[in-house]
Every structure is written in structure tokens, then in C-alpha cells.
């Protein structure tokens, strides 16, 4: 008896240097806000309350939230105020600059948040390649100084690389039947909601002075 192949699982591409700057971002308004709450006079238990419920999701959709999910069928990307969901046939191509892109078929342009762009890792890893190069060994990278021995080291940034990984899904994929379709896109009232209620909040309260 044949069995069908397990699905591809999703690979997940997350900032990490986002999301460590989101937790201290929340543990300190979470710290701000409670004193506030706490210690405050008047009207300022509620000028914090507001302006947490204006805070927490805004910074939680710039640092926790972005991510892009690669399956066997399409692209999901989870910017911060949008979803956007791209069967791989819908795909046109991938671009990098000074930020990640793709861009469907009907020339849509949607920016990777969870993939930034790193200037300094770029040069970095060019360094490392000029380094292999140089000493003939593109395969292992550079020596070490002092004599310790030989080390890998990346000869592609991390960005580009994911990148890469992207194109080659997506060249890979997008002939399947099940990768067929077009975009769509979802605004994420999620985080919109309770943001626009923080922000309607905080100018009544600061109105009523």
C-alpha cells in the first residue's frame, strides 16, 4: 500500500534582534504603566491605561509579530498591520535592497519585516569570502589568527541567505497544483483595534483636560 508523501513543514523566518528589542520595549511599558496606574493622581491612572492600550500594540506589531511562513503551497507573510498570503505560483520574484521584497504576478510589492536587510553583515560576509578566496578554500572559510586552526565562517548574510532559501521554494514549488491561486490580504484589526481605541482614548481624555 503507497502512502503519500508528509507535507512540507513550514519554515519560519523571525528577526531575532526584533523580537529581544519588542520584550524589553514591553517590559518597560508594562513597568511605566503600572506605576502610573499604581501611584498616580487624577487623571493619570487612565492617561496610562490609554496610552498602554495605544503602546503595547504598536510594539508588538513592529518587533513580536513579523514573521514569514514558507510552506509547501505558499508564502504567508506577517508584516505588522497586514497578512499576506502568496501561493508560490503567484510569485513573480524576490528583491533585495535595502529591504526584502516580493512581488506577485500583478506587480503587488509587499516588504519581509521579519527579513531586515544588514548592511554590516553584508560586508561582513563579503569579508569572510574575500578571506576564503584569497586563501584558495572557498569550502571552509578563513584561518583563525595565532594559529588555532581553520573555522567556517558565513560567506553569505544571514538575510540573503533566507533569501535565497525563498527563490529556490519558490522556483521549486510554483508548477505544483496545490501552489496555484493568487494574493490576499488581510488587515490585522487584531492589532489595529485595540491601538485606534488606545489612540481615540487618549486624545478624549486629553481633550477633557
Known amino acids: 500500500m503507497e502512502t503519500s508523501p508528509a507535507p512540507l513543514k513550514d519554515r519560519v523566518y523571525r528577526s531575532s534582534a526584533g523580537i529581544a528589542g519588542g520584550i524589553v520595549l514591553l517590559a518597560l511599558c508594562a513597568w511605566l504603566g503600572i506605576d502610573a496606574v499604581v501611584q498616580g493622581d487624577g487623571r493619570t491612572p487612565w492617561l496610562a491605561l490609554a496610552g498602554l492600550l495605544l503602546a503595547v500594540p504598536v510594539v508588538v506589531a513592529f518587533t ?7 510552506g509547501e503551497d505558499r508564502l504567508r507573510i506577517r508584516n505588522p498591520f497586514r497578512v499576506i498570503t502568496l501561493p508560490w505560483a503567484a510569485v513573480a ?11 506577485d504576478q500583478d506587480g503587488a510589492k509587499y516588504q519581509l519585516w521579519s527579513i531586515p536587510v544588514s548592511l554590516r553583515a553584508r560586508k561582513k560576509a563579503q569579508r ?4 576564503a578566496a584569497a586563501m584558495d578554500d572557498p569550502g571552509r572559510g578563513s584561518l583563525l589568527s595565532g594559529g588555532r586552526g581553520a573555522k567556517e565562517r558565513p560567506t553569505r548574510a544571514a538575510a540573503d541567505q533566507a533569501m535565497d532559501d525563498l527563490r529556490e521554494l519558490q522556483e521549486t514549488r510554483a508548477g505544483e497544483p496545490g501552489a496555484q491561486g493568487v494574493a490576499t490580504v488581510r488587515w490585522a484589526w487584531e492589532i489595529l483595534a485595540p491601538a485606534a481605541a488606545g489612540a481615540v482614548l487618549l486624545a478624549v481624555l486629553s481633550a477633557i483636560g
Open 128 to 131: 569572510n569570502l574575500s578571506r
Open 93 to 103: 520574484t524576490f528583491r533585495s535592497g535595502y529591504s526584502n521584497e516580493v512581488l
Open 64 to 70: 513580536l509579530r513579523p514573521a514569514v511562513f514558507a
